[in-house]
């Protein structure tokens, strides 16, 4: 089964606002990847953050990884309506399985 | 550049038809290659992977197989379709396990009726 598992499961905001999400894996990991799924599309690689970085950026994302907590964050800031979409995470040891993602919608 | 190619994208099938989705890449060599479905609103589930021609790994037993006749072609299959079996299917590859990007196809949109 996967490990990584993202939470929260639904998160609803305004556009402009800051978004959230966190995913928690199980074991040692050597890379977490986010990925953006918008509705009824395949997903796409949004970042990979290695075990050995605290912290990578991307344009408006942010993501965080914490491996004492076996955590990570992604923050996309000033979000848009079109960040509308589904955001999953996934472990280098998850062996390309996902989780249930988060789903995200920005209110314009 | 690396491309993927699914199809079709969206497909309509009586119950009890048969089934076949295929899925081609361009741009690579020998890459991993996955199934997924994914039921609405739901998260992705894996069905089958592949590391190289004719090897085929299966998470879960079911209605559906898959096969991988050339090293760039993966194809998804069913002799007959259950209702269960409607879903969006994505096909994906990689390079390696989670240690680099995946790269999904647009998807399938299979009703079974």
């Known amino acids: 089964s996967q490990q990584g598992e993202e939470d929260p499961q639904a998160l609803s905001i305004q556009e402009g606002e800051n978004a959230t999400m966190n995913c928690s894996y199980k074991?040692?990991?050597?890379?977490l990847q986010w990925y953006r799924q918008n509705s009824g599309r395949g997903l796409v690689h949004l970042i990979l953050i290695r075990s050995n970085e605290r912290e990578k950026h991307s344009g408006r994302l942010r993501v965080t990884l914490d491996t004492s907590k076996k955590s990570s964050s992604l923050l996309i800031t000033a979000s848009r309506a079109a960040d509308t979409a589904s955001y999953f995470c996934?472990?280098?040891?998850?062996?390309?399985?996902f989780g249930a993602g988060t789903r995200l919608t920005v209110k314009p | 550049s690396q491309t993927i190619h699914q199809w079709p994208a969206t497909l309509v099938q009586p119950v009890g038809s048969p089934l076949s989705l295929e899925c081609t890449v361009e741009g690579t060599s020998n890459p991993n290659l996955y199934w997924y479905r994914q039921a609405a609103g739901r998260g992705l589930q894996l069905l089958f992977y592949s590391v190289g021609i004719g090897q085929i790994s299966s998470e879960v037993p079911q209605n559906l197989s898959a096969s991988r006749p050339q090293d760039r072609q993966f194809i998804l299959s069913s002799k007959k379709l259950l209702l269960s079996d409607s879903g969006f299917y994505l096909c994906a590859w990689s390079v390696g396990y989670g240690n680099t990007e995946a790269f999904f196809g647009q998807g399938t949109r299979l009703t079974v009726v």
């Open positions: 996934a472990t280098d040891e998850d062996d390309m399985r």
């Open positions: 074991t040692s990991i050597n890379n």
